[in-house]
């Protein structure tokens, strides 16, 4: 087998984190460079660069040291950061991606790029959106990935470029907290309950999204960058499911566990971008084309997070 050389953008938020130390696990840890900005964690433990993705000349002088055979292009803004820096957010989101996927189509390299279920705007089918719909999003960030997305097709229509992508829905993890988006909601009540057993949310308890176990999104994303070339049908950017629930839902599982929880509801400006987006996501596609399958449901996805965040609060 080849051996592999892999470059990751945004290494130290969300995703990345975690995908991080699975790459290494994997290809090992010399094989994998974090490209780090500006904050980066004293605990890292491996090969790390720094650099702007919007940095073509930067970026190219990477690939002349390191050879990449793969890379996954995290670095973003989120969707409520966006809407208060919308240059800054076109510019990262957009900018960025332009770089790798310039430099990518000459060279002989695999490149994963992050979307979002933020593609979809109110004009999309609601429940079950399908993979091809109306894409008509009104957040800034949303409008960055549609556009994101049709630049990867091009990019592999045109050049042959293999590049694939997610459609990520809200994703919730115990490592790293989320930064900046509008599903954060999600992550922070767990936060919150375990350290107060009280949490006031920024959106409305009805308000209902698709969601994910970072597990699972680190396992779909090693999984579509593993699948057959072949096997990848749609190289805009694959609906990536797994659950969907409202807040009240999220908050009578935790309640299961930490009975005293209170939830408050006060609603900000992020509920418009919350219920521009779908109910529920169809994610058909990703399951035949490469077989992807969800581990966690709601109520083991609830059972993992408590049992972690109370491991990393020292309180087990
Ligand atoms: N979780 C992201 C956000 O809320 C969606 O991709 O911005």
Redesign the pocket.
């Known amino acids: 087998m080849m051996s592999e050389k892999i470059l990751v953008t945004g290494p130290f938020g969300q995703i990345g984190s975690e995908l991080v130390p699975e790459l290494q696990k994997r290809y090992g840890k010399e094989n994998v460079v974090a490209l780090g900005h500006r904050h980066i964690p004293e605990d890292y433990d491996g090969v790390l660069e720094t650099g702007d993705v919007r940095n073509p000349e930067e970026m190219s002088k990477l690939f002349e040291k390191y050879e990449f055979t793969q890379v996954y292009h995290l670095a973003s803004l ?3 950061v966006g809407e208060d820096k919308p240059e800054l957010a076109w510019d990262v989101n957009l900018n960025g991606l332009r770089t790798f996927l310039d430099i990518c189509k000459d060279r002989d390299v695999k490149l994963f790029w992050a979307s ?3 593609v979809f705007g109110p004009t999309s089918p609601l429940d079950n959106t399908p993979q091809h719909t109306v894409l008509e999003p009104t957040s800034i ?1 949303g409008i960055t990935k549609v556009a994101g997305e049709l630049l990867c097709q091009y990019y592999h229509e045109i050049y042959g470029l293999d590049v694939r992508g997610l459609r ?4 919730i993890s115990w490592k790293q907290e ?1 930064g ?5 909601y999600a992550v922070e009540i767990f936060y919150e309950a375990i350290k107060k057993g009280e949490y006031s949310c920024f959106v409305k308890e009805d308000t209902k999204l698709p969601m994910m176990y970072m597990d699972d999104a680190v396992k779909g994303t090693l999984m579509i960058m593993d699948a057959d070339p072949e096997d990848i049908k749609v190289r805009m950017s694959y609906n990536h499911g797994a659950l969907s629930f409202t807040v009240k839902e999220l908050e009578e599982a935790i309640r299961k566990h930490i009975p005293e929880l209170k939830v408050h509801y006060e609603p900000d400006k992020r509920q418009k ?1 919350a219920d521009s987006w779908p109910d529920s996501i169809d994610d058909s596609a990703a399951r035949k084309d490469w077989g992807w399958e969800h581990k966690y449901d709601l109520p083991t996805m609830t059972e993992e997070m408590i049992k972690n965040l109370r491991k990393k609060f020292g309180m087990d």
């Open positions: 989120l969707s409520a979002s279920i933020a960030y990520y829905p809200g994703l989320a900046g988006g509008t599903t954060d971008t």
